[in-house]
């Protein structure tokens, strides 16, 4: 069986919680030579806020990345502009937020998460200890605080949709489990339906997608396949590799401001 990855940093998470949860990754980026065989993570992560999470308000959060023997680890790679990228879902993935805690030195990162309202959350910490491996490291969090109505995960019947004055539409040439799949947002204004050619570099590359299953258990982060283009069209590489609903978002930019557009798709 191939895993050809092509620009994908995969992890299938093996249980909810996540203060040193093992995870299995592997990635390749365009003009790397990296190889796409499953690595062990090198470090272990301890989230804390420094106060209890409620919905609409603001507490900051730590994150600790140490090694296995529990030394703080104090250099990371730069991936796509950042040390850490974390991802914010909640439980229902109705919500999604990716931000980027600032590091403060001996393992220790920091940022202020947007939580709207109560309920269950599941965070995402991606980040290249340096010299090893892509890590993410997860953690289910309970926010107090009133709850919002539940949104059922239902795979769109047209993959098309207007954010901002934009028109983006979503294609792949295969949708399985298991193989390589491209997958292609094609972006025109909404109005004129001409082609947008003028995205702009977000964290240096043409765009970035997140996609995560049904249960929160599978997390794909993919990088572009033409970087350094400029629209309308964006192409990715994938591969799912279990059966099910995902949610995707896909996330680009233009004169200057960040937009996302959201997917749901049922992979046979």
Known sequence: MKYLLLLLSFVTVFGLSGCGSKTHSGSTHQNMNHDTKEKKDSTQAQFSFNGIPEGGKKVNLNIQINSLNGKPVDQFELEHEKLMHLIVVSKDLSFFDHLHPQYKGKGLFTVVPNFPNGGEYKLFADF??????????????????QQGEPISL???KLLTKVIDGKEITLKFDKLTTNDEAKMTFTLKDAKTKKDIINLQPYLGAIGHVVAISGDTNTYLHVHPMNEKSSGPDAEFMTSFPKKGVYKIWGQFKQNGNVFIVPFIVDVP
């Open 154 to 156: 239902t795979p769109d």
């Open 128 to 145: 290249i200890p340096k010299g090893s491996d892509k890590n993410v490291k997860t953690k289910l969090v309970k926010v107090s605080g």
